[in-house]
Structures are given as structure tokens and as C-alpha cells.
């Protein structure tokens, strides 16, 4: 039942590059990798294997990463995780990391997560600085801004829509909340039909992956990811 997923699976449209898949139980101590992964972490299996993923984090993006994955609920996600992993020695390498949680059959509760290595115009655009929580902190502030700036001048010139929606989807995965089109409209102060719409030009734009269905999950694609943060890092005086 794992093995989609160990084996090529959960690959979407990146602009990033495919590492490989990890698995592991519902506390977090990883059971198994791909070779590639092993590789990117320079060290092997034997030495992986019932250790937590925390072990290998780094410090500075440790509780950020267990309390998202804590929050992740079997059958949600998933969510985009931009962390980085300790090598031997101290060096650190960022990654994006996809986690979900199986909610079925005898892996039901356990992790898959799917690494990508960002850009590295992605990386260097957004310095560590204003990565990963300050990035969050300027995108709260940034959805504000967008609020008072529709209440004081009007939604019909002054929507920014598609930056609001955009701004709303990193919101909920940067806190690991599962965000379909109802809630992004709530949100958004969008009907459901505009909702749609905005979603649908999104994803033609390949910023945003298009749902299965009308209530599914809405997120961000890679390429939507790097961009979004790059011009967050812009408003970065905010924070």
C-alpha cells in the first residue's frame, strides 16, 4: 500500500527537484527512505532508522516543524514544510518537505514525507533572516494591510484578490491548517462562484493546484510557494 508513494508517487508540478519520500510512524521515528534521501542527509539507514525526524532537523525550524506535523490530521494535508536538515559535521541543506498523514489500512496515522530541494533563486531571494517564521508574522500583517486597505477604499478597485487568496492559502499551510474553497472564501470575504474563479486562474497561472473536486483541498504548488514568499520577503520591514 506504501509503495506509491516510495517510489515515485505524490509528484506534482515543480519547479523545485524530487529527492525522495521518507516514512515514518505516527510519533515521528522514521521507519524507512529512499536511497536518495539517505544521501541527502549523508548518513545511513542503520543509523536513521527509530531516530525522530527531529533529531536530524535543525534547531532553529525544530518546533515549527513538530508542531505542524502534530497538528496534521490522518487524511489531511499535505502540508509544505520549508526546513532545513543537519548533515554529519554541523552543515545544514533546506528542503521542502510534503508531509502527510495516512488515515487508512495498517499505515493508517503514519508520515510520508516527499523532499524537494528549493531553487536556489527561491533561497537567495528570501534570505534566512525573514525565513521561515518571520515570513509567516509578515504574511499575517500583509492580510491585515489587504483588510483595512478593501474597508477604506472599496472592494471594486482595491480587492487585490488574487494577491489576498494567495496570501490566505500560505497562511493556512505556513500553520498547518487544511483550507478548501468555503473556508478560503470566508476568509477572503469572497462568494463561493469568485472563490472558484480566482482558484481556477490561479492554477492556470500554476501558482495554485487545482482541486480534484469542488470541496478538496486548495494549495499552494511549488512555484506558487516561491514566488508567494518572494514577495513576502519584500514586506519584510513589517515583521
Not at 61 to 74: C, E, H
Request: proline share 5%.
Amino acid at each position: 500500500m506504501i509503495a506509491p508513494y516510495l517510489n515515485g508517487g505524490l509528484q506534482r508540478t515543480l519547479a523545485s527537484m524530487l529527492v525522495g519520500h521518507s516514512l515514518s510512524d505516527p510519533n515521528g521515528l522514521l521507519l524507512t527512505m529512499d536511497q536518495t534521501v539517505e544521501d541527502l542527509l549523508q548518513r545511513p539507514l542503520s543509523e536513521l532508522v527509530g531516530r525522530s525526524y527531529a533529531d536530524v532537523t535543525h534547531p532553529d525550524d525544530r518546533v515549527r516543524n513538530i508542531d505542524r506535523v502534530t497538528m496534521l490530521a490522518p487524511g489531511a494535508g499535505p502540508v509544505c514544510i520549508r526546513k532545513r536538515y543537519l548533515q554529519p559535521g554541523g552543515a545544514a541543506v533546506w528542503v521542502d518537505v510534503h508531509v502527510s498523514r495516512l488515515d487508512r489500512g495498517l499505515e493508517a496515522g503514519r508520515l510520508v514525507g516527499t523532499l524537494y530541494l528549493p531553487q536556489a533563486k527561491a533561497l537567495t531571494a528570501v534570505p534566512d533572516v525573514v525565513m521561515p517564521e518571520r515570513l509567516w508574522q509578515v504574511a499575517l500583517k500583509v492580510d491585515r494591510s489587504l483588510h483595512r486597505r478593501r474597508e477604506q477604499l472599496g472592494d471594486d478597485l482595491f480587492g487585490d484578490h488574487a494577491w489576498l487568496v494567495l496570501v490566505q492559502i500560505y497562511l493556512a499551510e505556513a500553520e498547518g491548517r487544511v483550507i478548501d474553497a468555503a473556508t478560503l472564501g470566508a476568509l477572503s470575504l469572497l462568494d463561493l462562484p469568485r472563490t472558484h474563479r480566482w482558484i481556477g486562474a490561479l492554477a492556470e497561472k500554476g501558482l495554485v493546484e487545482r482541486p480534484d473536486c469542488s470541496a478538496g483541498v486548495i494549495q499552494l504548488t511549488a512555484t506558487g510557494l516561491a514566488r508567494t514568499e518572494t514577495l513576502l520577503a519584500t514586506y519584510s520591514d513589517l515583521a
